[in-house]
């Protein structure tokens, strides 16, 4: 026994050192026992409340497993085949892990689940695992899971990019459902939030990787906001975001200005200080410029307020602020920009936050605040989704259809059309009436017919998902998307979307789709390829006409709308306040409830912060406003500009090489995937900069990558594979070329 468990425990200290310590360390209880099945085989129960739980068959484990594990695959078959990931819940002795992998070979990466450490012990000292826990594509999670499980966690970074089955033991099944349901939950929502992120580096990847060259100079002046931690201990904090009820509170702010440091999200300065209300911080993290337009028009307003901003913030934000600018640096450092890293090499790293209004929660703890107030963080859906006046914002409509209901934008409110806007969509639409017949003549005289068929079909499916977009936008789309196939039968040219990646099963628009345009001999106007820009905007928009409105609680317990982004908005203010452990209160009447913020009234309010008082300028003290100062940068400009030629060069070079006559695929294909692995170990900083400028590209090659071949011939699976990387070297060079031109401008 101790020879087993010490092979066990040695195998685990090589791969999670501090895991392996805290199970040496685990003191084992009395009711947790090893026995053998009634064929010799191991098994273990577990006594509670005077009765024994055995976690296997008392007869023969290995054969109730394998009848599991067949069961498993019968019922879930088409999963099985698409899977290139599997979660299994439960460990025990192992035997439904081994039959699992033994039967589902083409897995990628394989996450197991014990939740009983003291269990697992028990097992260690019996069983030999050494094989499960060595092996390479396996990774164990002990003990209780939680999203940070699946954040932190290598082998979980690409379950939104493969097919995902979870995997339950036959006594998980039996025994705990409730934490089967808490796991399946938290996958899902881990899975959406690897989306909401891939989603937002597509609309923004670009944006924001030229925002960092353009920001370089404030990298080099402007210190980081972390001078500032620990510096107003105990000094109460307001943290003021957009939402709706906002209007509700301003008179109570005025009241209590003098009470607190404020600190608001930049879309709600407007309202501020069109109120009369100057807050002493603003938060601003956003790419694009939409909401920025205010600060550049009336920049003499930022002065004395100190400005906190990331490193892809809109620059026009930047360099219009008369006030005293910090940056905060967020995200892993392993992805981290590589300025960033000169500028600021030993600076503690904010964690990802989905919100500017996240953002401002986050300062205010590290400054020190307490007590810390949200106001104006509704995260639900009224009439409107942000604050009247707010430099954002959406009148909203919700609509049932077929007993659900969806969230349906009526404009902005600056009166200004939205590129969402349904009515201008069709508008747009109407106008292209002729050039549309043309174009379906011009490819196949029965297509029109197919498309008609086909959308009858299907537009229950589409209409929630496209929002009340037109049949005209439906086929714009189809005969937007780069060479389609032209199939026999709508269900042919359904597959064949599908196929190309371009939508789901569920009639889902993916975001990595091809928006080029193959003309066919077609002349198109500038007019129409902008009207195809729109169209492109619209689908791939995390905030779509027709959004799927979910419901969740308030904290009266009443369930009210929300949108699946402010659900996890929600969220992520839920994990920051449990692990930082924050004394939090949420001002608000109507808005969803955060737990971990308790809600109050504007009277408690004003009772909580009787005794507290502060100066104007407590902040603009602590700060001052620096010079923007280019000429630190000059140098590392210089050096990476002269690594990405070297680059460019080695590109050329790979593809003389592919080009050789007589070469064969799978020469090819390893010589391109050799080249890849040697940018990442060659040129890691520049790799780095380049995957954030070609975001969908790198989601369609990593989502290709995890797809299973295994019932193609390999023939067939070395073209697609030499195919996707072919793709994704001309992406990277592109990619390089781009990095070329904005690091030539920069250091100019």
């Known amino acids: 026994m101790k020879r087993i468990y010490t092979q066990n425990i040695s195998a685990l200290a090589s791969k999670y050192p ?3 310590k805290s199970l040496d360390d685990l003191a084992m209880p009395s009711e947790y026992q090893y026995v053998a099945a009634k064929n010799g085989q191991p098994n273990s129960k577990v006594t509670r409340d005077g009765k024994d739980y055995y976690y296997h068959s008392t007869y023969d484990p290995q054969k109730e497993s394998s009848k599991y594990i067949q069961t498993y695959y019968a019922d879930h078959e088409q999963q099985c085949l698409n899977a290139a990931f599997a979660i299994v819940i439960g460990l025990g002795c192992g035997y439904h892990v081994f039959d699992l992998i033994n039967k589902v070979t083409w897995l990628r990466e394989l996450i197991i689940i014990e939740p009983d450490m003291a269990l697992f012990k028990t097992i260690l000292n019996h069983v030999d695992l050494t094989e499960l826990i060595s092996h390479q594509k396996i990774s164990f999670v002990l003990g209780d899971v939680n999203l940070d499980t699946f954040r ?48 937002t580096y597509i609309k923004c990847g670009r944006p924001m990787l030229e925002n960092q060259f353009k920001n370089i100079p404030f990298m080099f002046s402007c210190p980081p906001v972390n001078e500032l931690f620990g510096k107003f201990e105990g000094v109460p904090c307001i943290c003021i975001a957009s939402g709706p009820s906002l209007n509700d509170y301003l008179e109570d702010l005025k009241k209590i200005r003098d009470k607190a440091i404020f600190i608001c999200a930049d879309s709600a300065f407007k309202v501020l200080i069109e109120n009369g209300i100057k807050p002493d911080i603003v938060t601003a993290i956003d790419p694009l410029p939409g909401k920025f337009k205010y600060f550049e028009e009336n920049s003499h307003l930022t002065k004395d307020i100190l400005l906190v901003a990331g490193t892809t913030t809109y620059p026009g934000m930047l360099t219009s602020w008369q006030g005293p600018i910090r940056i905060m640096l967020q995200g892993s450092k392993q992805f981290g920009f590589y300025f960033e890293d000169v500028a600021y090499p030993c600076v503690e790293r904010f964690p990802d936050f989905h919100t500017v209004a996240l953002s401002s929660l986050m300062i205010a703890d590290k400054l020190g605040g307490n007590p810390i107030v949200l106001v104006g963080q509704d995260l ?55 050039l549309r017949k043309k174009w379906l003549s011009t ?12 959308w009858d079909e299907v537009k229950v499916i589409l209409i929630p998902k496209l ?16 060479t389609i196939v032209f199939c026999n039968n709508p269900e042919e040219l359904w597959n ?23 003309k066919n001999n077609l002349d198109l106007d500038a007019k129409y390829s902008k009207f195809i820009s729109i169209l492109s905007n619209i689908i791939s928009y995390p905030i779509i006409p027709g959004e799927p409105v979910l419901l969740v609680k308030d904290y009266f317990d009443q369930n009210i709308p929300t949108l699946s982004t402010f659900a996890l908005y929600i969220r992520a203010f839920e994990s920051y306040i449990a692990t930082a452990n924050l004394h939090v209160y949420n001002l608000t009447s109507r808005g969803a409830r955060i737990n971990g913020a308790i809600r109050v009234s504007a009277n408690e309010i004003k009772e909580l912060l009787t005794s507290y008082s502060i100066s104007g300028d407590l902040i603009t003290n602590q700060v001052k406003v620096l010079s923007k100062i280019t000429d630190n940068a000059t140098e590392y400009i210089t050096q990476v500009l002269y690594r990405c030629n070297c680059l460019d060069s080695e590109f050329a070079n790979i593809i003389e090489k592919i080009k050789m006559p007589g070469i064969k695929y799978e020469e090819k294909y390893s010589l391109l995937n050799d080249f890849r692995g040697e940018i990442y170990r060659s040129y890691p900083e520049i790799a780095r900069m380049i995957e954030v400028h070609i975001p969908a590209e790198l989601l ?30 001309l992406a990277v060079q592109e990619g390089n070329k781009f990095m070329i031109v904005k690091l030539e401008a920069a250091s100019g």
Not at 496 to 518: P, Q, T
Not at 714 to 729: D, W
């Open 443 to 454: 490819n196949d005289d029965n297509l029109l017919p197919l498309l008609e068929s086909m």
């Open 496 to 518: 064949e979307l599908i196929l190309k990646g371009y939508i789901n099963s569920d009639g889902k628009i993916l975001i990595d789709y091809d928006c080029r345009i193959k």
């Open 467 to 482: 929002g009340y977009l037109t049949y005209d936008a439906f086929c714009f789309f189809i005969l937007a998307c780069s």
């Open 700 to 729: 369609r090659y990593t989502k290709n990558n995890f797809k299973n071949y295994h019932r193609s011939d390999s023939g067939e699976i070395i073209k697609k594979k030499y195919a996707n990387e072919l793709r994704m070297l």
């Open 380 to 434: 639900c859906l009224g009439k409107t989704d942000h604050v009247q006046g707010a430099s954002i914002g959406k009148r909203i409509e919700i609509l049932q259809i077929n007993g659900k209901y969806y969230a349906r934008p009526l404009g902005s409110f600056s009166g200004n059309r939205s590129i969402k806007d349904v009515e201008y969509v069709n508008s747009l639409i109407s106008e292209y009436q002729e």
């Open 18 to 20: 501090a895991l392996a």
């Open 152 to 199: 932190n966690l290598h082998a979980a970074q690409w379950l939104n990019l493969g097919g995902v089955i979870i995997v339950p033991s036959l006594f998980m099944t039996n025994y705990a459902k409730e934490y089967l349901d808490k796991v399946n939950s938290l996958v899902a929502e881990f899975i959406q939030e690897k989306d909401f992120n891939a989603r």
